[in-house]
């Protein structure tokens, strides 16, 4: 089966063989879990000190008050003079279960589970109704994946490529990608304040410049195929991200995904 080659004006120039990689079948499973391997590397570990709440000097009063024998400060005088303290069950003592930084938070994964959930993720790009459950604006396209000419990797000033992703269709695509909402209360707080949306990924053999122009587009990312990860075919865990390919990066994949590829479609 073969693919039509775009140019920078949305014309058909030529055509190419699709790889084996996209007849992998779908595996959410092991995506998942390699998307959540990967963000764990970016998690800081969090942890209290051990001795919050357990600080103060503290005594039981034992039988004899009708109070509990739990312990209590053991000053006569201030505001937390026979108060309790030192447990998590009373105002002002320690937390109950409190993060540890010693947890281990690092997740690993094997590395044939690593290229297959890559594997899976990008094939599962082509299947049209996965882009458009993520959301895409693919009413125009009529093929996918979406290859271009290598023309594109020269590329270095946005209005240029915006101009070419609007020859290729994807007009649509780039309204919605355009709207970002603000959030309020806690993830504004947090430095999370703005939610943007993923558009289109655009897979290159060399950057030429091409980063330069994506930069400004909001939403529009841009990864070389050397670095392609599943964190970015398949964000948030979700499979089926609208994917540009260039010409060089869609035929030329590696050769250790290509055996992969071959040992799990005999």
């Known amino acids: 089966?073969?693919?039509?080659?775009?140019?920078?004006?949305?014309?058909?120039?030529?055509?190419?063989?699709?790889?084996k990689v996209f007849s992998i079948p779908y595996n959410p499973k092991l995506i998942k879990r390699s998307v959540l391997a990967i963000q764990s590397h970016s998690f800081?570990?969090?942890?209290?000190?051990?001795?919050?709440?357990?600080?103060?000097?503290?005594?039981?009063?034992?039988?004899?008050?009708g109070m509990s024998r739990i312990g209590r400060i053991k000053s006569h005088t201030g505001p937390r003079a026979g108060s309790a303290a030192g447990v998590a069950?009373?105002?002002?003592?320690?937390?109950?279960?409190?993060?540890?930084?010693?947890?281990?938070?690092?997740?690993?994964?094997?590395?044939?589970e690593k290229?297959?959930?890559?594997?899976?993720?990008?094939?599962?790009?082509?299947?049209?109704?996965?882009?458009?459950?993520?959301?895409?604006k693919i009413d125009k396209l009529l093929h996918l994946p979406l290859v271009v000419v290598d023309e594109i990797?020269?590329?270095?000033?946005?209005?240029?490529?915006?101009?070419?992703?609007?020859?290729?269709?994807?007009?649509?695509e780039l309204i919605r990608i355009s709207v970002v909402s603000n959030r309020s209360g806690k993830p504004r707080m947090r430095g999370r304040y703005k939610k943007?949306?993923?558009?289109?990924?655009?897979?290159?053999?060399?950057?030429?410049?091409?980063?330069?122009?994506?930069?400004?587009?909001?939403g529009v990312?841009?990864?070389?195929?050397k670095n392609l990860a599943v964190t970015?075919?398949?964000?948030?865990?979700e499979a089926g991200r609208l994917v540009i390919w260039t010409k060089s990066s869609f035929s030329n994949l590696s050769d250790n995904v290509k055996k992969l590829v071959e040992t799990n479609a005999s």
């Open 1 to 19: 089966m073969s693919l039509p080659v775009y140019d920078l004006d949305g014309n058909e120039t030529e055509t190419i063989e699709i790889p």
């Open 44 to 65: 800081m570990p969090n942890g209290s000190d051990p001795l919050a709440g357990e600080r103060g000097s503290t005594e039981s009063w034992n039988t004899g008050r």
């Open 89 to 112: 069950s009373v105002v002002g003592g320690r937390a109950t279960h409190p993060p540890v930084s010693s947890k281990n938070i690092y997740q690993k994964l094997n590395k044939k």
């Open 115 to 136: 290229s297959l959930a890559l594997i899976s993720a990008i094939s599962s790009s082509v299947k049209r109704d996965f882009v458009i459950n993520r959301g895409h």
């Open 153 to 172: 990797e020269s590329i270095s000033r946005t209005k240029d490529i915006k101009l070419t992703l609007v020859n290729l269709g994807l007009s649509e």
């Open 196 to 218: 943007i949306k993923k558009g289109p990924l655009i897979v290159c053999s060399n950057d030429s410049g091409l980063s330069n122009a994506c930069k400004n587009l909001t």
């Open 221 to 225: 990312d841009l990864v070389e195929a």
């Open 232 to 237: 970015d075919v398949a964000p948030g865990t």
